[in-house]
């Protein structure tokens, strides 16, 4: 069965499974499976504070075109029995250290022969690129939804959102978190990984503190295919914003598609209103993996 086949059985029921990373952070892995057996698997990473169950709309359309979907819950949200405050902090060497590596086992022991593909959505398609940095053997290629890097440069009214990476750290260790779900913008964040990430959003480079790892040059090394799907009136992500991330990795192919509103059937394509209608976003990811060199289908 080709990639952009659909399934007409019903899909099977979501697993899910249980993680546990190396410094006792508990969280549950979702895995949708398509009817038939797979030899694709997606491991999606979600955006800044959204729980990995808002994204099994988007697993189950990849599942009805062959692609089993295994989708990572972030530490401090959903499922995950960790949540910032003063006295639980983390920031992206521990997503990338023990959570990603727990998931990845839990997928593995379930399903140990499939291609894997990482993906991501915002700051997911940002943590795929540098996981697979860190694991390039392990990965076959690299999908970015509506997702590029928070360099300020790279967006309109940059000088504001410099300031505004200024202040996220400073606010974060005031409250002993960010307070995300107060100001508008991702949940209740730690304050390392606020940290982290407006580092990169002044600099326009990648680190990750406590890792000593020099990603931009693990990123320059990487050669994957990559599919790029931005949304057309995704303001979060302009299209410079993802040419910066993509111009990190010279050395992987990339695909880069812009998605309408037309496309979604929706009245605009924004950073999230298509996470309720991703059949377009699967059928553009299914024909992507179809058009892979050496691609043997579903």
Same mark, same amino acid.
């Given at each position: 069965?080709?990639?952009?086949?659909?399934?007409?059985?019903?899909?099977?029921?979501?697993?899910?499974?249980?993680?546990?990373?190396?410094?006792?952070?508990?969280?549950?892995?979702?895995?949708?499976?398509?009817?038939?057996?797979?030899?694709?698997?997606?491991?999606?990473?979600?955006?800044?504070?959204?729980?990995?169950?808002?994204?099994?709309?988007?697993?189950?359309?990849?599942?009805?075109?062959?692609?089993?979907?295994?989708?990572?819950?972030?530490?401090?949200?959903?499922?995950?029995?960790?949540?910032?405050?003063?006295?639980?902090?983390?920031?992206?060497?521990?997503?990338?250290?023990?959570?990603?590596? *727990?998931?990845?086992?839990? +997928?593995?022991?379930? /399903?140990?022969?499939?291609?894997?593909? %990482?993906? @991501? #959505?915002?700051? =997911?398609?940002?943590?795929?690129?540098?996981?697979?940095?860190?694991?390039?053997?392990?990965?076959?290629?690299?999908?970015?939804?509506?997702?590029?890097?928070?360099?300020?440069?790279?967006?309109?009214? *940059?000088?504001?959102?410099? +300031?505004?990476?200024? /202040?996220?750290?400073?606010?974060?260790? %005031?409250? @002993? #978190?960010?307070? =995300?779900?107060?100001?508008?913008?991702?949940?209740?964040?730690?304050?390392?990984?606020?940290?982290?990430?407006?580092?990169?959003?002044?600099?326009?480079?990648?680190?990750?503190?406590?890792?000593?790892?020099?990603?931009?040059?693990? +990123?320059?090394?990487?050669?994957?295919?990559?599919?790029?799907?931005?949304?057309?009136?995704?303001?979060?992500?302009?299209?410079?914003?993802?040419?910066?991330?993509?111009?990190?990795?010279?050395?992987?192919?990339?695909?880069?598609?812009?998605?309408?509103?037309?496309?979604?059937?929706?009245?605009?394509?924004?950073?999230?209103?298509?996470?309720?209608?991703?059949?377009?976003?699967?059928?553009?990811?299914?024909?992507?993996?179809?058009?892979?060199?050496?691609?043997?289908?579903?």
């Amino acid at each position: 069965m080709s990639a952009t086949s659909f399934v007409s059985a019903a899909l099977p029921p979501c697993d899910v499974l249980p993680v546990i990373s190396a410094d006792g952070a508990r969280s549950e892995l979702l895995l949708q499976r398509p009817a038939t057996e797979a030899t694709q698997v997606i491991y999606w990473l979600s955006a800044l504070g959204v729980a990995a169950k808002h994204y099994l709309p988007l697993a189950q359309a990849l599942a009805e075109r062959g692609m089993a979907v295994a989708i990572h819950e972030w530490r401090g949200i959903g499922s995950s029995n960790k949540r910032a405050d003063r006295h639980e902090d983390w920031g992206y060497r521990q997503l990338l250290e023990d959570d990603l590596p *727990a998931g990845m086992a839990v +997928l593995r022991a379930s /399903l140990p022969s499939t291609r894997l593909t %990482l993906g @991501g #959505h915002s700051l =997911g398609g940002q943590m795929a690129a540098l996981d697979a940095s860190l694991h390039p053997k392990e990965v076959a290629g690299l999908l970015v939804v509506a997702s590029g890097a928070p360099y300020w440069r790279q967006f309109p009214l *940059a000088p504001l959102l410099w +300031l505004a990476y200024a /202040l996220a750290p400073w606010l974060a260790r %005031l409250v @002993g #978190h960010l307070p =995300g779900r107060r100001i508008g913008f991702g949940g209740n964040e730690a304050r390392q990984l606020i940290d982290d990430w407006a580092r990169t959003g002044r600099t326009g480079r990648y680190a990750a503190a406590g890792m000593p790892v020099d990603f931009e040059a693990l +990123l320059g090394k990487l050669e994957l295919p990559i599919l790029g799907l931005r949304m057309h009136d995704d303001w979060l992500v302009p299209q410079a914003s993802l040419s910066w991330l993509l111009g990190k990795m010279p050395r992987s192919p990339n695909t880069q598609q812009v998605i309408t509103a037309g496309d979604l059937g929706n009245d605009k394509a924004d950073h999230f209103g298509w996470m309720k209608m991703p059949d377009a976003i699967a059928a553009h990811i299914a024909q992507w993996f179809q058009a892979q060199p050496g691609d043997s289908g579903t």
